[in-house]
């Protein structure tokens, strides 16, 4: 599962310097999931250095319990887990009212596109391929932590939006379809709220990702098509003719005012 690889960039005695712990007056408590002990090591020894609490798990069953016992503020998971893989403990963490909300970075196998869109469209909130750098690791668990921050902090500043049966509200972070709610992921609910503030405009993938996930986002442009196609499936009457968020051929997407 590419231990050699990880293990590979890692040297203390190198690295030590750069790895001071930081005066935090609340520690953010991580969860990392994975069945591999050194793998398990060398995360929690970088993550603890750079002054989080890390709590860590060998399955998915365990993480679950985990969670429940005490929220963690971010989760590192690997897809490759005993008893429930990762996917299936990201699906069930975004179904349930605690797990919703709580930032995911997926551990997935170098070259497995398909288990990283799939991630996507379950939430995971940010994606990293084996083998890798555990410096790198650590660069996007503040990255995500810095938008989830952000976000719950921020900023909504906009006003309620509404367009026909479709009702968006960014104080409450709610979206109603004709009178019925609509559960949104994080990232789905800013993406929906950013077309809607420019309707008529078009936006390239490359723009969205900027403007919604930020710039210092690591994953790639399918992100975009991931979340534009869950949103549709959520909130339009029909996914396959949109009504609100139309692809532009060629170009990106626009919200339509209806």
């Known amino acids: 599962m590419g231990i050699s690889g990880l293990l590979a960039t890692y040297n203390p005695l190198t690295y030590l310097p750069l790895l001071s712990v930081r005066n935090m007056a609340k520690k953010q408590k991580i969860l990392v999931v994975d069945d591999a002990p050194n793998i398990r090591e060398v995360v929690e020894l970088y993550l603890r250095r750079e002054g989080y609490e890390v709590a860590t798990v060998t399955d998915g069953a365990a993480a679950l319990v985990a969670t429940q016992r005490d929220t963690p503020d971010l989760i590192i998971l690997d897809i490759m887990l005993p008893r429930l893989d990762g996917l299936e403990v ?10 919703a909300g709580i930032p995911i970075i997926m551990l997935t196998a170098k070259g497995e596109e398909t288990d990283r869109v799939v991630g996507l469209e379950l939430g995971a909130d940010d994606y990293v391929a084996k083998p890798f750098s555990p410096r790198e690791l650590v660069a996007r668990v503040k990255a995500v932590l810095r ?13 309620t939006l509404e367009f026909g049966s479709l009702l968006i509200d960014p104080k409450r972070r709610t979206v109603t379809v004709a009178g019925r709610q609509v559960d949104l992921t994080v990232k789905e609910f800013d993406l929906l709220y950013f077309l809607a503030r420019h309707p008529g405009q078009v936006f390239n993938r490359e723009q969205l990702l900027d403007h919604v996930w930020g710039y210092d986002f690591y994953g790639d442009a399918s992100t975009v098509t991931v979340h534009v196609r869950r949103l549709r499936e959520k909130v339009e009457p029909d996914p396959a003719q949109p009504r609100w968020i139309v692809t532009v051929w060629g170009v990106g997407y626009r919200f339509e005012e209806g």
Not at 147 to 159: F, L
């Open 90 to 99: 990201c699906r069930r963490l975004r179904a349930s009212a605690s797990g």
């Open 147 to 159: 938008r989830t921050q952000a976000e719950s902090t921020g900023v909504d500043t906009g006003p």
